[in-house]
């Protein structure tokens, strides 16, 4: 229990201190939500001929959605996590 609650706080306090956390439910990660992000999620509206929306808005379906095509479309050494 303690290692449980140890582990979540400092799970907890690393997601405050990045920049704006993204969470990848279906990857397990984070990503700091930046200019880096911000640009990719924008190719990825205009590749699939969307408007704006801001991604935190979205459905979870929709955030899903650009996840996956995030991690498909990584540059090798992009790690923006």
Known sequence: MFVQTGCRRVLESLIET?????GDRN???YHAWNEGEDSA???FLAARRRGYRAF??????????YWA?????????????
Not at 69 to 81: G, L, T
């Open 18 to 22: 990045a920049p704006n956390p993204a």
């Open 56 to 65: 935190f808005k979205l459905r979870i379906e929709e955030q899903r959605e």
């Open 69 to 81: 095509w995030r991690h498909s479309h990584s540059e090798p050494d992009h790690d923006n996590r």
């Open 41 to 43: 999620y924008r190719q």
């Open 27 to 29: 990857h397990g990660d």
